[in-house]
């Protein structure tokens, strides 16, 4: 792909960022070509180092605060007309709810996403519990005169909570990691979207 090309389709896929940002990032990724041809690169290797106008998009929706994306979407391009206000004001009732609904719902997506973490989470301290009180179990009853065979289910239930805790350990940590790799993916996914899809004019 030529340099014109690429920053021509980047450009194009940029239309939801304020006009400033999309300038100063097609000068960036200008000069970061420029710089390669500069080196003795091609003009389309010095493109195909930077990677693909999706990869270069991701990588800027990294980068901007989803917030300052969704005030620039919400900000209107005009002056809204007097009927429109009116048409605002009452379709309150209506629109307002279902933007509450809508919050909610991906609040609640997010919150069931996490489920599979927190459930484990709670095993996990269960386990430790489990394990302290057969630990506890043991002494007080060896000490309360019942002798070490009669409490020694008590320290054997002990250890196999210590070691089901450890394994669950290394379970959480995978999920947990998971989750999080999975979350960053949609917050980045739905940052590219608001990217993508600014008013073309």
């Known amino acids: 792909m030529k340099k014109k090309e690429f920053l021509d389709e980047l450009r194009s896929k940029l239309v939801g960022l304020p006009q400033a940002d999309i ?33 270069v998009i991701k990588q800027i929706a ?26 605002i004001v009452l379709g309150f009732p209506l629109w307002f709810p ?13 919150i069931l996403m996490w489920t599979g973490a927190i459930v484990s989470y709670a095993v996990e301290t269960s386990l430790i519990a489990a394990c302290f009180m057969g630990l506890l179990s043991f002494f007080l009853g060896y000490f309360d005169g019942g002798g070490i065979t009669a409490n ?37 996914g739905i940052k590219s979207w608001f990217i993508r899809k600014g008013d073309r004019k």
């Not at 005009?78 to 429109?84: N, Q, S, V």
């Not at 002990?158 to 669950?168: E, L």
């Open 23 to 55: 300038d100063e990032r097609i000068s960036f990724y200008e000069e970061m070509i420029n710089d390669r041809m500069d080196e003795g690169k091609s003009e389309e290797e010095a493109v195909n180092d930077i990677g693909t106008v999706d990869e």
């Open 62 to 87: 990294k980068e901007t605060p989803l917030v300052s994306l969704v005030r620039h979407k919400m900000k209107p391009k005009r002056r809204l007309r007097g009927w429109e206000v009116v048409l």
């Open 98 to 110: 279902l933007l509450i609904t809508g919050f909610v719902l991906i609040f609640v997506g997010f």
């Open 152 to 188: 020694l289910p008590y320290l054997g239930i002990s250890m196999m909570c210590f070691g089901g805790a450890i394994m669950f350990g290394f379970a959480c940590y995978g999920i947990t990691k998971g989750m999080a790799k999975a979350t960053r993916g949609m917050f980045i």
